[in-house]
């Protein structure tokens, strides 16, 4: 485990101990990071509350993008060239800082896709198609997003296996007796999500993988919402896989990650063919390429992986500690002003949560409080969130959804909950 609160909270879950807690004393203690953010100096009046949708970039990830389309931009690993030869080095440091961001025990147990989403399907068709079989049971979690999910409905549908739900409770925790009820012997996989994008919640994860883990099955971590917001280590979580997306974490869109343990990435067959994923190719027969190049068809995101590198260092360079603690009083903040105007609801109070607070306003729609705000310069989310089985449980259509990061300040909430109290008079 590592040794900062920060790192402690977010790896941990609900064993930690603290995330979001009272008393609501306010430190103040801002994060000085706003100005590295373009976008703050180009729209200065934006007050942008949607970084659980997409995370806005420092300008060291945008200017490495350019510098390497600008100066060292070659394709990888078949050139014999010296620019080709640096693009590939470079490429492959990538994969190494992914790797030692998550706490992966090799580099090559990083592969790069496009996000959260193909890293799920590709776990999906590689290791569920060759793998799952009828009566096979997968387990997923109320509190998906679609990306982990359909997938595997998709997987269960074309294997003849069986898709589970562990329930979410009134208050928006993960129901762990239920789980507990749920893995069984038939379990083959249990897919969830680390940091609900709808409800903040910080999902017990360690306490999950063990109980998985003691019934023979394996867990797929989503990891889009938490890599963010403090640290994550996956053999601390304990995970065999483990999902995010570049561009919820500074870093550009096209870029993912999916981590595997090496010995189950050893064992899967590849998803997509083409070229960079084979040793030798025949009429009578095709060998493979070694991990990860197997599961990277044709040319990858080179550029877009040099750059989550980028974004990444920008992460460490502000430390995962004070993320968390920085968010945590912003989420606080949130949630004290939000409770005092009359007709909002919130929709998950979890114990342990960080970074996204999701409400309703009575007699509001959430489109008609998200177009009110809009004209204030004020960018939230509302809809059911790519998690229509989670709305379903709380009996919504959609909500108003507000998600900080590191460049949001107090101010930020401030001007939300003025905004909903302009619309509460708006529409009274
Ligand atoms: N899982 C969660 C929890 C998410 O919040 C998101 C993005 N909203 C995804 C998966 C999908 O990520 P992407 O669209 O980047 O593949």
């Given at each position: 485990?590592?040794?900062?609160?920060?790192?402690?909270t977010?790896?941990?879950?609900?064993?930690?101990?603290?995330?979001?807690?009272?008393?609501?004393?306010?430190?103040?203690?801002?994060?000085?990071?706003?100005?590295?953010?373009?976008?703050?100096?180009?729209?200065?009046?934006?007050?942008?509350?949607?970084?659980?949708?997409?995370?806005?970039?420092?300008?060291?990830?945008?200017?490495?993008?350019?510098?390497?389309?600008?100066?060292?931009?070659?394709?990888?690993?078949?050139?014999?060239?010296?620019?080709?030869a640096?693009?590939?080095?470079t490429?492959?440091?990538?994969?190494?800082?992914?790797?030692?961001?998550?706490?992966?025990?090799?580099?090559?147990?990083?592969?790069?896709?496009?996000?959260?989403?193909?890293?799920?399907?590709?776990?999906?068709?590689?290791?569920?198609?060759?793998?799952?079989?009828?009566?096979?049971?997968?387990?997923?979690?109320?509190?998906?997003?679609?990306?982990?999910?359909?997938?595997?409905?998709?997987?269960?549908?074309?294997t003849?296996?069986?898709?589970?739900?562990a329930?979410?409770?009134?208050?928006?925790?993960l129901?762990?007796?239920?789980?507990?009820?749920?893995?069984?012997?038939?379990?083959?996989?249990?897919?969830v999500?680390?940091l609900?994008?709808?409800?903040?919640?910080?999902?017990?994860?360690?306490?999950?993988?063990?109980?998985?883990?003691?019934?023979?099955?394996?867990?797929?971590?989503?990891?889009?919402?938490?890599?963010a917001?403090?640290?994550?280590?996956?053999?601390?979580?304990?995970?065999?896989?483990?999902?995010f997306?570049?561009?919820?974490?500074?870093?550009?869109?096209?870029?993912?990650?999916l981590?595997?343990?090496?010995?189950?990435?050893?064992?899967?067959?590849?998803?997509?063919?083409?070229?960079?994923?084979?040793?030798?190719?025949?009429?009578?027969?095709?060998?493979?390429?070694?991990?990860?190049?197997k599961?990277?068809?044709?040319?990858?995101?080179?550029?877009?992986a040099?750059?989550?590198?980028?974004?990444?260092a920008f992460?460490?360079?502000?430390?995962?500690?004070?993320?968390?603690?920085?968010?945590?009083?912003?989420?606080?903040?949130?949630?004290?002003?939000?409770?005092a105007?009359?007709?909002?609801?919130?929709?998950?109070?979890?114990?342990?949560?960080?970074?996204?607070?999701?409400?309703?306003?009575?007699?509001?729609?959430?489109?008609d409080?998200?177009?009110?705000?809009?004209e204030?310069?004020?960018?939230?989310?509302?809809?059911?969130?790519?998690?229509?089985?989670?709305?379903?449980?709380?009996?919504?259509?959609?909500?108003?959804?507000?998600?900080?990061?590191v460049y949001?300040?107090?101010?930020?909430?401030?001007a939300?909950?003025?905004?909903?109290?302009?619309?509460?008079?708006?529409?009274?």
């Amino acid at each position: 485990m590592k040794n900062s609160v920060g790192e402690t909270t977010l790896a941990k879950g609900a064993d930690a101990e603290t995330s979001v807690q009272p008393p609501h004393v306010l430190t103040r203690s801002r994060l000085d990071v706003r100005d590295q953010f373009p976008i703050f100096a180009i729209h200065p009046n934006l007050v942008y509350l949607d970084s659980a949708a997409t995370s806005q970039k420092p300008q060291r990830v945008i200017d490495r993008l350019a510098r390497f389309y600008a100066g060292e931009n070659a394709n990888i690993h078949r050139g014999v060239y010296a620019l080709s030869a640096e693009a590939t080095a470079t490429y492959d440091s990538a994969r190494a800082a992914v790797a030692r961001f998550i706490g992966a025990a090799l580099p090559d147990e990083v592969i790069f896709t496009r996000g959260t989403t193909e890293s799920i399907n590709l776990v999906a068709q590689s290791w569920g198609r060759s793998v799952v079989k009828p009566g096979d049971e997968i387990v997923v979690t109320e509190m998906e997003h679609h990306s982990n999910w359909v997938p595997w409905q998709m997987l269960a549908d074309s294997t003849g296996a069986v898709l589970r739900m562990a329930p979410v409770t009134e208050a928006g925790e993960l129901d762990m007796s239920a789980m507990a009820r749920l893995v069984t012997p038939r379990t083959r996989l249990v897919a969830v999500t680390h940091l609900s994008n709808v409800l903040g919640t910080i999902n017990p994860v360690r306490r999950i993988t063990d109980l998985a883990h003691a019934a023979g099955a394996l867990v797929l971590v989503d990891g889009a919402q938490s890599v963010a917001h403090g640290a994550v280590d996956v053999r601390d979580l304990g995970c065999d896989f483990f999902a995010f997306s570049g561009h919820k974490l500074f870093g550009p869109t096209g870029i993912g990650v999916l981590y595997g343990r090496e010995a189950l990435l050893e064992e899967m067959p590849p998803w997509q063919g083409g070229g960079g994923m084979i040793g030798t190719v025949a009429l009578d027969g095709i060998t493979w390429a070694e991990v990860p190049m197997k599961f990277e068809a044709g040319t990858p995101a080179v550029a877009d992986a040099v750059a989550l590198a980028e974004a990444i260092a920008f992460v460490e360079s502000v430390g995962a500690e004070a993320i968390v603690t920085h968010e945590a009083e912003l989420l606080s903040l949130a949630t004290e002003r939000l409770s005092a105007i009359p007709g909002v609801r919130l929709i998950g109070t979890a114990a342990h949560r960080a970074s996204v607070i999701s409400f309703t306003l009575e007699g509001v729609h959430p489109h008609d409080l998200g177009t009110v705000l809009d004209e204030a310069g004020i960018a939230i989310r509302a809809g059911h969130h790519c998690a229509q089985p989670l709305m379903r449980r709380f009996g919504l259509a959609a909500t108003a959804r507000a998600s900080f990061s590191v460049y949001n300040t107090p101010d930020d909430v401030e001007a939300l909950g003025r905004g909903i109290e302009r619309a509460r008079a708006l529409f009274s």
